[in-house]
């Protein structure tokens, strides 16, 4: 890299940089550019070369928004490393070349990557695991091949997010695998394990935000360990904001056993294209709220999981009493479970404003019986629902059922066993088409049930759907309180809110 001792009174030292074979498939408009994770890394090796025992697993002030174009494989690039400790016993480091103007002699330094170390202190994990744990919201996922054709388009060595991505209004969820060619004793960890969080992120912008959103600095990041090649990894990706065109996320990596890698604060992304990127329309989200908004008059607030993001580590979100139900359980009521209290501790979160301080442990989501749903500690009724894909959990000042179902023609086979002559006479001719209809009065007389705390077989001798409407139905309930019933439908499912007037 250079001679420490030939550091000059401007705290530069000239270094070489080895272009790297997989560097290259790194690309920016059909240029090769050197990736931000492989400067970090860059800077990191000549810092402890010059200040030896030095951690740089705190890093700050990061800013990397001017590319440095790469020659072919194998060959170098002449650089500088500028070196300065701070007052606070911090070190700046930059990664700099030096260009001569075509017209002039003048010669320019440009900055390609800076960053500070700083001294490592004690890092209290996140607690609200359960953010990584699910996605919440309607699911919008993305396979690793239109991935890495449409929107991230790089070459196969950067192509490290291996199965598809999640992605909801709220973040996305990326499972990455770290190339098992990276160096082992890399002193920021596997580099292309949060290359790819950042590809997650950029997939994100063009998703919500509508703009290619490339990486241009952080404000910190901490490293608890370093990520080891061949080895997976999840990327959580929060989008927090917007200022001035600039994204502002954080960023956490975590392993499949839900143990904290890293965590970044203040990630700015930005259109560094000057507009020439645009995403594919295909990737673009529509307006709106994802389908619940006609159940907003009958809930205080809702969570909505689609199962798909649940992450292996769920198990790790529960609480004692909780965890000792699962004992005994299938596989498939375990998820059942798992995407249930997930449900329960957000909309807890929600109600309470509660975004991270309590442990995900520490939610409780079942009542005394160990049955009925809360939400924590809230003062809010809740009901909680789920199918093969969807799970939802409402909360209301008052009672609240709710029930999810897909739409399909083998409802109409038990018609006759749950709903009344007259709620047949209903079905049959409905507008909405006969399996539609069945799904309403089915949803209606689950979410009844869980209303009332009363048996699925009761609520259907008790409840009596008289009018079946696109978003709302008209309900009677024998010896029972005044209800309103709400349904939205999500694709070819149905979610159904009853509830008391």
């Known amino acids: 890299m250079g001679d420490l001792s030939q550091i000059g009174p401007d705290g530069r030292l000239a270094v070489t940089i080895s272009v790297a074979p997989h560097w290259v498939d790194h690309h920016f408009q059909g240029r090769a550019v050197l990736p931000a994770v492989e400067a970090l890394q860059l800077l990191a090796g000549w810092a402890q070369a010059l200040k030896p025992g030095l951690c740089v697993h705190r ?12 020659p072919p494989a194998g060959e170098s690039i002449a650089a500088w490393c500028e070196l300065r400790m701070q007052p606070d016993g911090a070190l700046r480091t930059a990664l700099l070349t030096k260009t001569q103007a075509k017209s002039s002699q003048m010669t320019r330094a440009k900055i390609h990557a800076q960053v500070e170390f700083q001294p490592m202190e004690a890092l209290s994990p996140p607690a609200a695991l359960d953010l990584a744990a ?18 991230v388009p790089f070459g196969t060595a950067f192509q490290t997010i291996s199965r598809p991505l999640l992605v909801t209004a709220e973040g996305a969820l990326a499972v990455i695998d770290a190339p098992g060619d990276d160096p082992p004793d890399a002193p920021l960890g596997a580099p292309r394990v949060l290359d790819a969080a950042l590809h997650a992120a950029c997939v994100w912008s063009q998703r919500q935000a509508g703009i290619v959103a490339f990486p241009v600095g952080f404000d910190q990041r901490v490293i608890v360990r370093p990520t080891r090649p061949g080895e997976t990894y999840v990327g959580r990706i929060f989008p927090l904001g917007q200022d001035e065109g600039v994204l502002i996320f954080e960023i956490w990596i975590v392993d499949l056993q839900g143990e904290l890698f890293e965590i970044l604060h203040g990630v700015r992304m930005r259109d560094v294209s000057g507009g020439t990127l645009v995403p594919p329309d295909w990737v673009r989200a529509g307006h ?3 389908g619940l908004e006609t159940l907003a008059a009958a809930c205080t607030a809702t969570v909505l999981i689609e199962r798909a993001t649940l992450m292996p580590f769920a198990e790790r979100c529960l609480s004692d009493t909780e965890r000792r139900r699962t004992v005994k359980m299938s596989p498939k009521r375990r998820t059942d479970f798992y995407s249930s209290r997930l449900a329960c501790k957000r909309l807890f979160r929600e109600l309470t404003g509660d975004q991270g301080r309590t442990p995900a ?9 160990g049955i009925r749903p809360i939400a924590g500690a809230s003062r809010f009724h809740c009901s909680v629902a789920h199918d093969r894909r969807f799970t939802l959990a409402v909360a209301a000042n008052g009672p609240i059922g709710v029930d999810v179902e897909r739409m399909a023609d083998r409802i109409l086979k038990s018609l006759h066993i749950f709903a009344h002559a007259a709620e047949q006479m209903l079905v049959k001719p409905s507008p909405l088409g006969p399996a539609a209809a069945a799904t309403r009065v089915w949803t209606v007389k689950e979410a009844a049930a869980k209303m009332l705390n ?3 077989a009761d609520a259907w001798a008790r409840v009596r759907v008289l009018e079946i409407g696109l978003e709302q139905s008209r309900v009677e309930i024998e010896a029972g309180p005044a209800v309103a019933a709400r349904h939205a439908e999500l694709e070819d499912h149905l979610i159904t809110v009853l509830y008391p007037v």
């Open 59 to 70: 890093l700050r002030n990061a800013v990397f928004d001017k590319f440095l174009e790469l």
């Open 288 to 290: 709106g709220q994802g």
């Open 134 to 151: 699910a996605l919440a919201g309607r699911c919008f996922t993305v396979d690793p091949e239109a991935l890495y054709r449409d929107l």
């Open 361 to 369: 442990a520490q939610i409780h989501t079942l009542a005394d019986d």
């Open 454 to 456: 009363i048996h699925l």
